[in-house]
């Protein structure tokens, strides 16, 4: 089993001894790992004691995710890596329209779908507003197969998804009323999850011998590998939003823990903390898949690339997104 080794507390140390990542707490032996089932290093912090730690990661080739103290992605590294396996059987693919299309269209009927489904899932009571945003998610979705292009296509699913995240605004206690610029503790938090669920998949995709630079949706994608933009618009709502409202409407990470700088909204280290123990919980639990049945949601994001891949090189000829299962 591979292993996600997380840097955030103080003073914290890794060490190479006999192909051996170990792990020191300010000088105290803490735990160690082989090497060769270290996954990658998530470090959290700026401090000197952290910078050690992502230069040794670095210079062992492990893929590191560096973020500042209040959950800012300062810095995505990664080694460089051999030409994709599958390369040619994607650029091949990415010249067919129906493949192109009919893989788009999957996405976005899967983002639409699975954000009714955690509003409904999460709604306590039929707000008014929330089940006008449920209609407006359910008219997008019925109106896909109309859209005339790839940008219309994704126009639809961000309208869907400004007005989702509106809705989920509605869904936190009122203790978070204050905070509605911009929705800002749900899109710092988000932010967090988004930039680590980015980097697994991206991990996964070079697992299964993908470029991550020759996708179906997003093919202009800048901030991330556009590969990995198309397997976000059907994981982010299971694997980081329902995390995040849970966190936010159980309080666990409450309005204290976000405090105000000149620029905006952070989150503090200690939160920060809870978020990163919240998401390793979150990734081991389960949830039912429309293929694999029960799984975890770590599972998810493979069997998801697995069913890609199978469908770059003709395997299958329909691919399943991940769909969120309506509770009775």
């Not at 650029?91 to 489904?117: P, Q, W, Y």
């Not at 694997?239 to 309005?255: E, H, R, W, Y």
Request: net charge negative; hydrophobic share 45%.
């Amino acid at each position: 089993m591979m292993t996600t080794i997380y840097v955030a507390q103080p003073q914290t140390e890794l060490r190479l001894q006999s192909q051996q990542l170990q792990i020191f707490q300010r000088q105290r032996f803490c735990f160690a790992v082989p090497l060769n089932r270290v996954k990658q290093v998530i470090v959290l912090g700026q401090q000197p004691w952290a910078q050690k730690a992502v230069n040794l990661a670095l210079s062992l080739e492990i893929p590191v995710l560096y973020f500042e103290p209040n959950g800012q992605c300062v810095e995505y590294l990664k080694p460089s890596a051999e030409p994709a396996a599958y390369l040619e059987a994607q650029l091949e693919r990415s010249h067919e329209i129906t493949f192109v299309r009919d893989m788009a269209e999957s996405l976005v009927r899967a983002k639409l779908h699975n954000a009714g489904v955690l509003l409904r899932q999460r709604s306590q009571e039929a707000q008014a507003a929330v089940e006008q945003v449920l209609v407006l998610l359910g008219r997008l979705s019925d109106d896909l197969p109309l859209a005339p292009s790839l940008p219309v296509l994704q126009s639809y699913g961000e309208t869907g998804r400004s007005f989702y995240r509106a809705a989920l605004h509605r869904l936190l206690p009122d203790g978070w009323r204050q905070y509605n610029r911009g929705l800002a503790p749900l899109r710092r938090l988000t932010e967090l999850g988004v930039a680590l669920l980015s980097q697994r998949i991206q991990l996964v995709l070079r697992e299964y011998g993908l470029d991550e630079e020759i996708a179906n949706l997003h093919c202009d994608a800048l901030v991330r590998p556009p590969l990995v933009c198309d397997f976000l618009t059907e994981l982010q709502m299971p694997l980081v939003d329902a995390l995040v409202l849970d966190l936010l409407v159980t309080q666990q990470i409450g309005p204290e823990d976000f405090v105000w700088l000149g620029e905006g909204l952070f989150l503090s280290p200690s939160a920060l903390d809870i978020f990163v123990q919240h998401w390793g919980q979150h990734l081991a639990s389960p949830i039912w898949h429309p293929v694999a049945g029960e799984t975890t949601h770590r599972d998810c994001i493979e069997l998801q690339v697995e069913a890609y891949a199978a469908m770059v090189l003709g395997d299958e000829v329909v691919y399943c997104p991940l769909l969120l299962m309506e509770k009775e």
